[in-house]
Nanobody
Framework: QVQLVESGGGLVQSGGSLRLSCAAS????????MGWYRQAPGKERELVAS???????DYDDSVKGRFTISRDNAKDTVYLLMNSLKPEDTAVYYC???????????????WGQGTQVTVSS
């Protein structure tokens, strides 16, 4: 069984910062690309940022220069540092990870339960 547990969401004023964390646990053989998605009310889920096991990163244009994704492979944890937050960043943020579990030859995308980020104007 593999789990992703997120933390760090909350309410912040426009221009403020938050850091999200997502820790993977369970019967993990290999943890590949990790990412953060978000879903605002009435909108589809969208990719915010992703990071490969080797540290290669990709960002949505709307967050470039403001958000930084990083990971600690020893802790199977991914982080999202969000600076200069705007009201339009308000959404539920989800962690995702492509994981090969022990005794399973296939990689599967796992998801966290989501954490609310609210930015007030």
């Amino acid at each position: 069984q593999v789990q992703l547990v997120e933390s760090g969401g909350g309410l912040v004023q426009s221009g403020g910062s938050l850091r999200l964390s997502c820790a993977a646990s369970g019967s993990i053989f290999m943890l590949n690309t990790m990412g953060w998605y978000r879903q605002a009310p009435g909108k589809e889920r969208e990719l915010v940022a992703s990071i490969t096991r080797g540290g290669g990163t990709d960002y949505d244009d709307s967050v470039k220069g403001r958000f930084t994704i990083s990971r600690d492979n020893a802790k199977d944890t991914v982080y999202l540092l969000m600076n200069s937050l705007k009201p339009e960043d308000t959404a539920v943020y989800y962690c995702s990870a492509r994981i090969r579990a022990r005794l399973n030859p296939s990689y599967i995308d796992y998801w966290g339960q989501g954490t609310q980020v609210t930015v007030s104007s």
